[in-house]
């Protein structure tokens, strides 16, 4: 069974930081691209970023450059996503995903195949 297990989640004000992780299982780890997406209230999903698989390329949505990292730990199948200076527009569920398929974009959300239940951020004074 595929098992995607966002946590980190939690309510941090303005300018500050959140480690999120993704603990994945039931699936071949290193052989699928990994992604952060999220949805804000009343809003449609949004790519935040990717993490491929083999070279571990990486890609980010234009709203969190330079603000947010993605790694992974091989060992552990883990994959975070390192959010820094963190502002309320950044509130949302993150959602981990993944896909084994090659081919579509890394920063498309319907071209990942498996999604876990998301981990809310709340940027709030």
């Known amino acids: 069974e595929v098992q995607l297990q966002a946590s980190g989640g939690g309510l941090v004000q303005p300018g500050g930081s959140l480690r999120l992780s993704c603990e994945a299982s039931?699936?071949?780890?290193?052989?699928?691209?990994m992604s952060w997406v999220r949805q804000a209230p009343g809003k449609g999903r949004e790519f935040v970023s990717a993490?491929?698989?083999?070279?571990?390329?990486?890609f980010y949505g234009d709203s969190v450059k330079g603000r947010f990292t993605i790694s992974k730990d091989k060992g552990k199948t883990t994959v975070y996503l390192q959010t820094n200076s963190l502002k309320p527009e950044d509130t949302a569920v993150y959602y981990c995903?993944?896909?084994?398929?090659?081919?579509?974009?890394?920063?498309?959300?319907?071209?990942?195949?498996?999604w876990g239940q998301g981990t809310l951020v709340t940027v709030s004074s």
């Open positions: 995903s993944a896909r084994r398929i090659w081919g579509g974009s890394y920063t498309r959300p319907q071209d990942y195949e498996y």
């Open positions: 039931g699936f071949t780890f290193s052989g699928s691209d």
């Open positions: 993490i491929t698989r083999v070279v571990d390329d990486t």
